[in-house]
């Protein structure tokens, strides 16, 4: 891993992944809105940190000039970058790693067969299931880690149970998705090692659904679909679809749910109100997503073009900061505090423009299912040592240790 150097100024050399980044982002935020919005830093390559939720809009609808063809926000080393099949499938996770035509079909696709609101309902029995025989495991103890023992358990099982895969390769899943968007980004080679493993894990499973057709899962459905020209999918760009699944489904919803029970684990008055008024979920989901957004995605600039009195140069990285959008005082009534019947709430937790996340439905049901079951069997229950929690940063900031007793 690359040593730290300490930050000094963070207009112009931030680092996602300094531990004040980690543990409590908002004041860096708050300093780079006042002075400069858009922050620059050589680190990790050449990049732009935009802080304004205006900024951000901005730059998630301008496409043409900023690509998604590789969302991760440390770039992989050059010359994994310029590999045949990088130039052909970037970042292999279509709809989030493309951009035009393929973009505009492939997110369809996944919208009609698996993510509208009706087809996510169909997983709600099935995510209690799971809720359920996770609290069954710990409930008789007195306390779990809350990161480890259940958020970071409940989305690769739905995921696995979406793809048609084996739920006991859970903890292989979870691994493979740290390596890739956490332990990873800062450790090219182990980065790269686990993409392969996902991608050949992924080719595997394409192969036998090709060999063995008839599945109910979103595998199965993609390999009968057909692409804009009546052709059956490639079933590269299955594989790349699969992929997307597994790391953008997983480590972000599963820092939601954690980043939610730390705060009610923290702010016993919050979860008292929720017992109390239950109507008041839904809404307090949506600010839970927009307090603790635990995702930051990356555009690489395609073409010259000035915007905010900078000059954006070919091959730098734009960092999606929707995490600090969501904390921009200019869109949300005192944005710092967490408001559980917030009136208005126009946050971009899920990102923003063509790219906004085709997954959101199903993430908001796993919070919704995650969240409710863990407060209706557990009652009571405090995060007793807020600074024993560890914080992950980078691509996705979410706890990592969450110690709950109850």
Not at 124 to 151: K, P, Q, W
Request: glycine residues 6%; negative net charge.
């Amino acid at each position: 891993m690359t040593e730290q150097i300490s930050v000094d100024d963070w207009s112009t050399d931030y680092e996602i992944f300094d531990p004040q980044y980690a543990t409590d982002p908002v004041p860096i935020w708050k300093d780079l809105r006042d002075r400069c919005p858009i922050a620059h830093s050589d680190r990790h390559e050449r990049s732009e940190l935009p802080t304004k939720y205006a900024d951000v809009q901005a730059i998630a609808k301008m496409p043409e000039h900023f690509s998604s063809r590789d969302p991760l926000v440390v770039p992989l080393p050059e010359g994994v970058r310029n590999d045949k099949n990088f130039e052909k499938y970037g970042a292999n996770a279509p709809p989030i790693s493309s951009d035009g035509a393929e973009h505009a079909w492939t997110r369809r696709l996944l919208l009609l067969l698996h993510f509208s609101p009706p087809a996510v309902e169909k997983h709600r029995a099935y995510t209690e299931d799971v809720c359920h025989r996770l609290i069954d495991g710990f409930i008789d103890s007195g306390h779990v880690d809350g990161a480890t023992g259940y958020a970071q358990q409940i989305p690769p099982r739905i995921i696995a149970h979406l793809l048609g895969v084996d739920e006991d390769r859970v903890d292989d899943f979870t691994y493979w998705v740290r390596a890739v968007l956490e332990l990873g980004l800062q450790e090219p080679a182990l980065r790269v090692k686990y993409r392969d493993v996902i991608r050949n894990f992924f080719r595997e499973t394409v192969a036998d659904r090709r060999a063995n057709p008839g599945g109910d899962d979103l595998i199965s459905a993609l390999l009968t679909a057909t692409d804009p020209d009546g052709n059956p999918v490639d079933p590269e760009i299955v594989v790349g679809m699969a992929n997307l699944q597994l790391v953008a489904g997983i480590d972000t919803t599963w820092s939601s749910i954690g980043s939610a029970l730390f705060h009610l684990g923290t702010n016993p008055q919050d979860l008292e109100r929720l017992r109390a008024e239950p109507e008041l979920w839904p809404g307090a989901i949506e600010e839970f997503l927009r307090f603790y957004s635990p995702v930051t995605m990356a555009r690489v600039v395609d073409s010259p073009v000035t915007y905010g009195g900078i000059d954006f140069v070919p091959g730098d990285k734009v960092l999606m900061n929707f995490p600090g959008a969501n904390h921009d005082p200019d869109v949300f009534e005192d944005p710092d505090t967490f408001i559980i019947d917030r009136a208005e709430n126009r946050h971009v937790a899920f990102g923003a423009g063509i790219h906004r996340c085709a997954g959101s439905n199903l993430a908001r049901l796993e919070m919704d299912v995650a969240l409710r079951t863990f407060a209706d069997r557990i009652g009571d229950f405090s995060v007793q040592t807020p600074s024993e929690v560890s914080w992950a940063s980078g691509q996705v900031r979410g706890p990592r240790i969450l110690p709950i007793t109850f």
